[in-house]
């Protein structure tokens, strides 16, 4: 069985900026370069992957709860973005889902996740059970 190609395989290599927090912190998913020790064979190795850079240093003092308030946010956009590419063939259809849940909350997030749908079936639930803004005030301002 032939492995259905969605549009995660498109953009999950690429670096991308997410915003968490009160005060709308940009966090940075990039490409960085890590040199790792090989004992048996003596050199160190080059391994790079993609990682979330926090804005702050460690010891930065801010208001409490804001770096992990930050984390919270920052974490489930990118579970979201993952989820959701991976639910769409192309990038409109990611686009649309996109747009069906802009103003979904934290809550709303951990319902759906109760729920185990992934794939394509999770795109079908979001299509009949969300509506995008367009959709949303040709159905309440209808004349």
């Known amino acids: 069985m ?3 190609k969605t549009y995660w395989d498109e953009i999950k290599d690429d670096e991308v900026n997410f915003y ?3 005060m709308g912190w940009e966090v940075r998913l990039m490409w960085v ?7 048996n064979k003596r050199v160190s190795i080059k ?3 993609l990682e979330l850079q926090w804005p702050w240093s460690w010891d930065q003092k801010l208001p409490k709860g804001e770096k992990a308030q930050t984390r919270k946010d920052v974490l489930l956009q990118k ?5 959701l590419a991976q639910s769409s063939t192309n990038s409109s259809e ?3 889902l996109n747009s069906r849940t802009y103003n979904m909350s934290h809550d709303d997030w951990d319902e759906l996740f109760k729920l185990g749908l992934k794939g394509f079936d999770l795109r079908n639930y979001i299509q009949r059970t969300k509506l995008t803004d367009g ?5 309440f301002w209808r004349m």
Do not use: I, T
């Open 47 to 49: 391994k790079r992957r």
């Open 33 to 39: 370069d890590r040199y790792q020790w090989n004992s």
């Open 94 to 96: 990611y686009r649309d």
């Open 2 to 4: 032939a492995k259905v």
């Open 20 to 22: 968490g927090g009160s």
């Open 79 to 83: 579970k979201v973005r993952k989820l």
């Open 135 to 139: 959709e949303a005030h040709a159905l």
